[in-house]
Structures are given as structure tokens and as C-alpha cells.
């Protein structure tokens, strides 16, 4: 038993080492962060009193900037369950073109399953106390980076389980992904600083932060991001797939 608990501490420590140096190594995952942080900052500092003309250009770059990104990101997703070897940004811009449109319609699906839940969650809550929904989202509003970092760490293997498994139906990937990680709680602890640490290190800043902290924090964030994306590629790679997975992206829900 001690040989066999000490094998599986070296493979645990042998994953998250090829995870990180991967993230940081390759090229097609700092292209998604530029974009992604370009992408946030330009409209966090958009100006309020712009002009008709100048808001409809800003709200077009903004679109295809968010295509943009949605497009690479998608592409690094997919590139990264290919190979073992760090990202090249030409593979991130190939790989995009296979999975980006069932990548998109899935967030989509995503989001709106999440706007349901949350919605029902808020009607529930107004009959259960009587208050006026405002009152309660700004009593809600002080745990909401806790309850996202939740979320992220309950969900944490979601993507990769569709990437790896190219299972696009949403809730079978859901179900899958949240049966993962709750196999694998006892090996979590990695994942836990890697997803919780900087969601809630994001939600406790002031909004007066000063923009290069804000920039770092951002960058940071990000690479530990990806770190645990890839960590969870590995670890799924390990693992048989699932009866009825998906061999295609363009199956959906």
C-alpha cells in the first residue's frame, strides 16, 4: 500500500508539473489571454457619454473582438486534447474551425440553463421572505464571486470532459463532469487553489484597483486557468470513455 500511495503522489506530481509548464510554454494560450484581457478592458473603460456613432463602433469591435476570442478559445480547447506538446498559435487558429460553432451553442445553452436556475432561485427566495428582488440581489451581491468560484470548482472538469470526449450535449456533460470531480474530491486540492484562488481574489479587489495590479491579477488568473484545464485533460486521458459519448461536435443537445 505505502508503494502504491507513493506512485500515485509522483503521477499526481508528474500531471500538474507538464500542466503548468505547458500553460506557460505555449504560445496559442497567452494569444487567448491577450485577447481576453484586451477584450475586458476595453469595455470596462468605454465612456458612458460617447456618441450614437462612437457607441455603435464600440459595440461592433466589441462583437468581434468577443468572436474573436470565442473563436480561439474554442480552437485552444480543442488543440490541447490533440497533443501532449505546447500550443502553437497556428493550431489554435486550425482548431477553431472545427469546434467553434457547437462551442458557442454550447455556451449558450449553458448560459441560459444558468439565467433559469439563478431566476428560479431569486422567484423562490422573494416567496419564501416577501422582499423586493432588489433588496435581495444586493444581499446576495457580497457572496456572488464565492458562489462562482463554487460553481467553477463543482464544473471544473466540464469542458474538458466535451473536448476530450467531443460529448457536446450539455446536460450529459454536466452530469459526466460533476461525477468526476466528486470521484476525484480526495485529489481535488490542486484544482481547488488553481479555480478558487483567483475568483476570489478577483471579487475581493476595489474597483479602484490600480489598472497594472489589475492587469497582473488578470494574467495570473488566466494562466492558472489554463493550467487546471490541462491538468484535467491528463487526468481524463487516464480514464475509459463513457457508453453513448460523443465522437463528433456538431451532435447536440
Same mark, same amino acid.
Given at each position: ?29 497567452? %494569444? ?13 473603460? =468605454? ?64 448560459? %441560459? ?63 459526466? +463532469? ?7 474530491? #480526495? ?36 494562466? =492558472? ?17 463513457? +457508453?453513448? #459519448? ?8
Amino acid at each position: 500500500m505505502p508503494e502504491v500511495s507513493h506512485d500515485t503522489t509522483a503521477r499526481e506530481s508528474g500531471l500538474r508539473l507538464r500542466a503548468a509548464i505547458r500553460a506557460l510554454l505555449s504560445p496559442g494560450i497567452w %494569444l487567448v489571454l491577450a485577447v481576453q484581457i484586451a477584450l475586458v478592458f476595453s469595455m470596462r473603460d =468605454m465612456p458612458a457619454d460617447a456618441s450614437a456613432l462612437a457607441s455603435a463602433l464600440a459595440i461592433f469591435l466589441t462583437a468581434t473582438a468577443l468572436t474573436l476570442f470565442y473563436y480561439l478559445q474554442a480552437g485552444a480547447f480543442h488543440a490541447l486534447t490533440l497533443g501532449r506538446e505546447t500550443l502553437a498559435v497556428m493550431e489554435t487558429v486550425r482548431a477553431g474551425r472545427v469546434v467553434f460553432v457547437a462551442f458557442v451553442w454550447l455556451t449558450l445553452k449553458a448560459g %441560459l440553463l444558468l439565467a433559469a436556475v439563478m431566476n428560479v432561485l431569486i422567484v423562490v427566495v422573494m416567496l419564501l421572505t416577501g422582499q423586493d428582488i432588489k433588496v435581495i440581489t444586493n444581499a446576495l451581491s457580497p457572496f456572488f464571486s464565492l458562489a462562482v468560484g463554487i460553481l467553477t470548482f463543482a464544473f471544473v472538469y466540464w469542458l474538458q470532459f466535451v473536448f476530450v470526449r467531443r460529448e457536446f450535449h450539455l446536460l450529459p456533460s454536466l452530469k459526466a +463532469a460533476l461525477q468526476i470531480a466528486r470521484d476525484r474530491l #480526495s485529489d481535488s486540492a490542486f484544482l481547488a487553489l488553481l479555480v478558487l484562488v483567483p475568483v476570489l481574489v478577483s471579487g475581493w479587489l476595489p474597483a479602484d484597483t490600480p489598472l497594472i495590479f489589475d492587469l497582473l491579477v488578470s494574467v495570473v488568473s488566466g494562466v =492558472m486557468g489554463w493550467i487546471a484545464y490541462i491538468y484535467c485533460i491528463e487526468v481524463l486521458r487516464a480514464q475509459p470513455p463513457q +457508453a453513448g #459519448s460523443a465522437n463528433s461536435p456538431d451532435r447536440q443537445l
